[in-house]
């Protein structure tokens, strides 16, 4: 069974920048496209980004295009999600998924992805 785990969240200033990482055991990772999904307090999972399992599609909210950059390491069983610019509504905590696709219609629906990780903390404050 595919499992994931993130880690590389933190407490940064505005401006300031985080490397998150989606580290996979169990099965080889590319088999899988991944996302990226974040949840602040009091508001709803919203869809971050995405990339197919080759790594030759991505997708991007529009709220952090531009500014955040998604990668994949099949060799190294491992996604990143690297966020520059960082601003305090990015606060939240970050999870990544597994799913059959990457495409700009599944991006923002839970439902289509599985083998969810625990999540990691990232808060954006001055």
């Known amino acids: 069974q595919l499992q994931l785990v993130e880690s590389g969240g933190g407490l940064v200033q505005p401006g300031g920048s985080l490397r998150l990482s989606c580290a996979a055991s169990g099965f080889t990772l590319d088999y899988y496209a991944i996302g990226w999904f974040r949840q602040a307090p009091g508001k709803e999972r919203e869809g971050v980004s995405c990339?197919?399992?080759?790594?030759?599609?991505?997708n991007y909210a529009d709220s952090v295009k531009g500014r955040f950059s998604i990668s994949r390491d099949n060799a190294e069983n491992t996604v990143f999600l690297q966020m520059n610019s960082l601003k305090p509504e990015d606060t939240a905590v970050y999870y990544c998924?597994?799913?059959?696709?990457?495409?700009?219609?599944?991006?923002?629906?839970?439902?289509?992805?599985?083998?969810w990780g625990q999540g990691t903390q990232v808060t954006v404050s001055s």
């Open positions: 998924a597994a799913a059959i696709i990457c495409s700009v219609a599944t991006m923002n629906n839970s439902d289509e992805y599985d083998s």
């Open positions: 990339i197919s399992s080759s790594g030759g599609i991505t």
